[in-house]
Nanobody, 123 residues
Framework: QEQLVESGGGLVQAGGSLRLSCAAS????????MGWYRQAPGKQRELVAA???????NYADSVKGRFTISRDNAVNTVYLQMNNLKPEDTAVYYC?????????????????WGKGTLVTVSS
């Protein structure tokens, strides 16, 4: 099955920035809602940022004003710009594409996932 490929994770000090990238094939990228999830140790996976197939975005309250999701259709890539990072942002971040759906939380559609990239924010 086709997968998404994330990159850009790493170790950063609190207050710093990182940009995550998620590359997909054109077949997946077209007509897909896109999202970034994260999972911290001992916690459930949560949706932090999403973009609908129509281009609308939404964010978890904990990251509003600090994270920005965007996509570049020319290179079939979605990004997550993370600014003013906090230790509580430490997690494995996963890219999700849901082909044939308006949002990544919509029922139906075909889900694609990356393997995740680790973001560690030190205090």
């Amino acid at each position: 099955q086709e997968q998404l490929v994330e990159s850009g994770g790493g170790l950063v000090q609190a207050g710093g920035s990182l940009r995550l990238s998620c590359a997909a094939s054109g077949r997946i990228f077209r007509l897909s809602a896109m999202g970034w999830y994260r999972q911290a140790p001992g916690k459930q996976r949560e949706l932090v940022a999403a973009e609908t197939s129509g281009g609308s975005t939404n964010y978890a309250d904990s990251v509003k004003g600090r994270f920005t999701i965007s996509r570049d259709n020319a290179v079939n890539t979605v990004y997550l710009q993370m600014n003013n990072l906090k230790p509580e942002d430490t997690a494995v971040y996963y890219c999700n594409a849901k082909r044939g759906a308006v949002t990544v939380e919509s029922p139906g559609g075909m889900d694609y996932w990356g393997k995740g990239t680790l973001v560690t924010v030190s205090s």
